[in-house]
């Protein structure tokens, strides 16, 4: 039973291979402008922080947080060489025969595995997109049957790749915290010990109708912080901010580390979590792999009281277990945070 829940879905991959584009991808509302303007995303050096430029650079990471919910950062430690392969290893592992990718297929009830997206709602746009979602931190919750045996130096690649995450995290979120002028544990303590950290290889093939699919449609992350390595040659991203969408360039072996809902919460809205929306193109495809650190579920979260003040007052409610409310907003069609704001509650 369990193996037939596995094989019943049709990848996006198999789609594009037959030039099919069944009618629940197209967004009948408008064109999608693949050619919006460009946004100035921050680029961050990582390295100068600990230099005598530290003040500059974390002024700089905090202005980008609050101008667009995003930074670019460079010089993060892991080498460019390092990159081309973690770029290698989604690329082979999508290029795999469908069989051999199916022994890592997500059940149509789970979303960690291999597989489209997962249908949440009956009226959902489904996103141009196949995906191989891994539970990756702490270690105890790895489901390691998900964790693909080929190309062969998938996991040698991959763990390397994550415990470089789970470092970068951690100075990210102290540097977030330091920027504003607080105890630079505070973010990191409240995501706690049991924090979690969930990767996504997103895997966009091309699409023969680009201006009415997407790759995936408007949201905004669920997690603390997100860190992105995006493709290294072919666009896709776009942020809204003020109402138009921007695409966001691409820095060579660069990070883009995003503010998610988790962290606007904490911050008490200084920090914004982006809407963002991946677009699709006709003729080539995209990899990406996002990281998500998400806050341990059972001590909750909420805006840190030394910004809570008169001028700014208390913004969002304390929240714990933030991803059902995630899960249970969307079936309604409401952006998530939305029911941690205080004052929309008040309307
Ligand atoms: O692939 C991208 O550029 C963005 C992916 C994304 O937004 C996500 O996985 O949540
Ligand atoms: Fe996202």
Redesign the pocket.
């Known amino acids: 039973m369990a193996e037939n829940q596995k094989t019943v879905f049709k990848s996006v991959q198999e789609l594009a291979n037959e030039n099919q584009v069944p009618e629940k991808y197209i967004h009948t509302q408008g064109s999608i402008n693949s050619s919006c303007p460009m946004l100035n995303v921050p680029v961050v050096d990582l390295r100068l922080l600990t230099s005598t430029a530290r003040k500059q650079e974390l002024n700089k990471l905090q202005s980008g947080l609050k101008f667009c919910g995003c930074i670019q950062v460079i010089n993060h430690g892991l080498a460019d060489s390092f990159l081309d392969k973690v770029h290698e290893i989604s690329k082979q592992f999508f290029a795999l025969p469908a069989e051999e990718k199916l022994k890592y297929a997500r059940t149509v009830d789970d979303i960690y595995g291999y597989g489209n997206d997962s249908v949440l709602s009956d009226k959902q746009k489904l996103d141009w ?1 196949d ?1 191989l979602y891994l539970n990756v931190f702490p270690e105890a919750i790895r489901n390691l049957k998900l964790w693909p045996q080929k190309p062969e130096c998938f996991r040698e690649v991959f763990e390397e790749y994550i415990n470089n995450m789970k470092l970068l995290s951690e100075s990210l979120l102290k540097a977030m915290a330091v920027s504003l002028n607080l105890e630079e544990n505070c973010f990191l303590d409240q995501c706690g010990e049991g924090r979690e950290m969930i990767a ?1 290889f ?1 895997f ?1 093939p091309p699409c023969p109708t680009p201006e009415v699919v997407l ?2 449609k408007p ?1 905004a ?1 669920a997690s603390a912080i ?1 860190i ?1 390595l ?2 290294k040659e072919v666009e ?2 776009q942020v809204l901010k003020d109402d138009q969408w921007f695409r ?1 360039p691409i820095v060579p072996y660069g990070l ?1 580390v ?1 503010v998610g809902d988790q962290v606007e919460i904490m911050s008490n809205g200084i920090f914004k979590s982006p809407v ?3 677009v699709t193109n006709a003729d080539q495809e ?1 990899n ?1 792999l ?1 990281v ?1 650190i998400m806050p341990d579920v059972t001590d909750g979260i909420g805006p840190v009281e030394k910004l809570i003040n008169e001028e700014m007052p208390r913004a969002y409610k304390d929240v714990k277990n933030y991803v059902e409310l995630f899960f249970q907003s969307y079936q309604h069609g409401k952006r998530p945070i939305e029911t941690a704001m205080i004052c929309q509650e008040q309307d």
Request: proline share 0%.
């Open positions: 997109t995906r996504r997103n966009y790759g995936i949201h992350d997100t992105l995006q493709d896709g991203l966001v883009l995003n963002h929306r991946v995209r990406t996002a998500f």
